[in-house]
């Protein structure tokens, strides 16, 4: 069982949706938590980190639940230019460091 | 802004030759890791490092090495290259805290 796991999608959205991604993840001392954004081909580039009291950023929303043990990012009216694979990253727990853990990632396309 | 260099954006390889991949940052980070991305297994770790010298083993460390002789500094080494070692080679770097992981733009190795 992976330790953290995502939605591959692909969410295929209409231009101004609102959409939302989940991801889970199976170490309860998972220390800290991001959204990376990763277009075709390129790097992942940090989108946000997420914080216990959620946190927003322009139309988007992270928010962790750690007694259920997930992240969510909300996208409010997408644009074309969201498209893309978002991937959520845990830091996990092991002998004493941290260690970045990615889920597989989930697609997004947004239409006109 | 951190910036993450990776020698080669492609790369070529014949089966059997010694393979290394160069990784420098710029930011001073104390951490460094090696990840290798393909195609619906997401970015797995390979290998990471918290100081110079200083090394441990990822998820997959098969058929890989590692040096980190300077903090700026880490390297991929395929000891024998083979074709399942094809893949896109992702370093990234972090610093101590919650600030997330800054990758380079990666390279694709392809063994033929």
């Known amino acids: 069982r992976k330790e953290v796991e995502q939605d591959p999608g692909p969410f295929n959205v209409p231009e101004g949706a609102t959409v939302a991604f989940n991801c889970t993840y199976s170490?309860?001392?998972?220390?800290?938590f991001f959204w990376y954004r990763q277009d075709c081909r390129k790097e992942p580039k940090l989108l946000m980190s997420v914080y216990s009291s959620g946190n927003e950023d322009g139309r988007f929303t992270a928010q962790l639940n750690r007694a259920s043990q997930y992240i969510s990012l909300l996208i409010r009216d997408s644009k074309l230019s969201d498209s893309a694979t978002y991937l959520c990253?845990?830091?996990?727990?092991?002998?004493?460091?941290?260690?970045?853990?990615f889920g597989r990632g989930t697609s997004l396309i947004v239409h006109p | 802004d951190v910036k993450v260099t990776q020698s080669s954006r492609y790369l070529v390889k014949r089966t059997g030759e010694k393979v290394f991949l160069e990784c420098v940052q710029d930011m001073d980070h104390e951490n460094m890791f090696w990840y290798r991305q393909d195609p619906g297994l997401g970015l797995r770790l390979i290998y990471f490092s918290y100081d110079v010298k200083m090394k441990e083993k990822g998820d997959i460390p098969e058929g890989y090495s590692v040096s980190r002789e300077k903090k700026e500094r880490f390297s991929l080494i395929l000891e024998s290259a083979s074709t399942n070692q094809t893949s896109m080679y992702l370093c990234?770097?972090?610093?101590?805290?919650?600030?997330?992981?800054?990758f380079g733009s990666g390279t694709r190795l392809t063994v033929v």
């Open positions: 990253v845990v830091n996990m727990a092991s002998g004493g460091s941290y260690i970045p853990t």
């Open positions: 170490n309860s001392a998972s220390q800290s």
């Open positions: 990234a770097s972090s610093t101590t805290g919650n600030y997330g992981y800054t």
